[in-house]
């Protein structure tokens, strides 16, 4: 139950980290942070067969589709705090450490550049959009910000949850 608690807590803080640092780029400089309806409408499709879309915004919308995007944002951040604490140990979760967390959030980009991206229509690495390069440096920040997330959510969650040993 512990490892189910703390890695809910340290990924949903590791996703809100990430949301934070989204929303304060777009403030400070501009940058147009994910719609994460578009993941929603993409998921909405999976049960009618399609995995692709050419782009994901001339597909048709799906009923709930921000909700649904938005909870798959978190609940993806939640698996991967918990694959961290897997290879890692409830030790880490207990007393973290930065290089784990941000390791983590870096190998994490591969799930846009391979996964999400192509599906969503932008290419593998992001190379059917615009300005690949600077999608990929985009994907690369926000995934290392999810990283930072982890550490500073592990941090917090340990202060609020000490070891069962002291």
């Known amino acids: 139950m512990e490892f189910v ?44 067969g399609r995995l692709t879309h050419n782009p994901i915004g001339a597909t048709a919308p799906v009923r709930g589709e921000a909700a649904l ?39 994490t980009v591969a799930a846009p550049f391979l996964i999400l991206q192509p599906a969503l229509g932008a290419g593998i690495f992001a190379s059917k959009t615009p300005q690949p390069n600077v999608a990929r440096r985009r994907s690369l920040v926000a995934h290392a910000s999810f990283g930072i997330g982890l550490y500073l959510a592990a941090l917090l969650v340990a202060w609020l949850m000490p070891s069962p040993a002291g």
């Not at 777009?26 to 909405?44: D, E, H, K, S, T």
Request: cysteine-free; proline content about 5%.
């Open 5 to 48: 608690v703390r890695a809910a807590l340290i990924g949903a803080g590791a996703t809100l980290v990430m949301d934070i640092w989204a929303a304060l780029q777009q403030r400070l400089f501009g940058i147009v942070p994910l719609n994460y309806a578009m993941v929603g409408r993409w998921i909405g499709h999976l049960p009618k």
């Open 69 to 107: 995007g938005w909870g798959a944002h978190y609940a993806i951040g939640i698996v991967f705090a918990a694959a961290l604490i897997a290879l890692t140990g409830l030790g880490w979760a207990r007393n973290p450490t930065l290089l784990p967390a941000l390791a983590t959030g870096l190998v």
